[in-house]
């Protein structure tokens, strides 16, 4: 019988360490073949993915986002090279994840170089574990995103607005490791560097006031941001989306959630329960609101009901871009918040540990890979090197 290089490399680390050792890999099982060990899913075919080595939650604070005027919206041909990518990227990741000799990681750099994207994968020195990343090459600013294959919660953490809304990708990250989170997702462009307005509905004091611009992605839907929203939202009914904004803030007024649907009250939404559970680690309760608790809207009236992404989860077969959300699907929660909220000092009683902390409360299932048992990041992973495509 012939044996995979890798796996052969894999037996025999595994008995440089004993029967009874503890490699530090995610644990899969090889169902076709349980006689022999299965290679892991960031030892085998992922590593013909090119890597990089980086601090994530510094790597996302170094990105670049331009305000020069060069965005340019998706075309009608590059939508559908996008979503192929994405089609070709997570049936990879979950075919390395059964079997680490399987994943066709090459076929994904094609698939993404036709989108004009470049595909990599990410080793974060903060927490030691592999991540997916994927960037625009072209000169139209297309949103960032990392993917964590091993996940162990169905939750989209998404970042459109740096860094207009300063922070937030920093946030974004921290919460994203810290919770084993699915994705994470963040603008490219600055939200004010297109001239052209938005035909989505909705009205803005930001960048000069009356309409959104076509390089919001919160507020526009021919994007990279808004595909892989839709994406993950069409294919995951059981996925969740956590959206990062900024606002000035208040004594009185520090947070703001709402669940992008156009009701003014409703009890039983996400969006009540998030800002509930907010309280519970805040110095004062008062000034964190839900859009959805009370009759009105809170004191800066933030309650996200022309965001595209809380649009479309609440209501697939509507008009995103047009029409506002009158069905609710408990799956999308949109955060304002002032600059304490994002920061790591938690000296004044606030800082984003209290987000990511009402967050798990809002959201604690925690049933992806080996979640059950383990519903950390887990152990640190080997930095293995690089294999050619054939």
Known sequence: MRVPLLKLLALALSGAMGCNAVEDHDSTVNTANTASAATYWHAGNFRMLPSMTHDLVSFVSWLDHPSAGGYGKVSSTRAPNFTAFLDMLFTATKDSIADGDTGDWCGVQDFAASAGYAVRRFYDLG????????????QYGQAY???????????????????????????????????????????????????????????????????????????????????????????????????????????????????????DVNCSSVSVTFANNLTKYVPTPTSVYSCQQFSGDPPSAFCAETNVQGRYTNNPTGDACMTSAWSYSGRFLALEQAPSLRDEDDVDGWYWGDVRDALRDTWPDCNMNNGATDCTLGAVQTQYSDLACP
């Open 145 to 263: 995103f990392f993917i964590n294959p091993f996940a162990k919660r169905n939750i989209v953490v998404e970042v459109p607005h740096e860094p207009y809304d300063e922070s937030t990708a920093v946030q974004g990250a921290r919460i994203f490791t810290s919770l084993a989170a699915r994705a994470l997702l963040i603008n490219k462009e600055h939200r004010c560097s297109d001239p052209d307005t938005s035909l989505c509905s909705g009205t803005s004091t930001a960048c000069g006031g009356g309409g959104f611009r076509e390089s919001d992605v919160a507020h526009h839907t021919q994007n990279t941001f808004h595909l892989l929203h839709t994406w993950l939202s069409d294919h995951d009914p059981t996925a969740r989306f956590f959206q990062l904004h900024g606002m000035s803030g208040a004594r009185n007024d520090m947070a703001e959630v709402a669940d992008s649907t156009a009701f």
């Open 127 to 138: 927490t030691g574990r592999w991540f997916v990343y994927a960037y625009d090459t072209t």
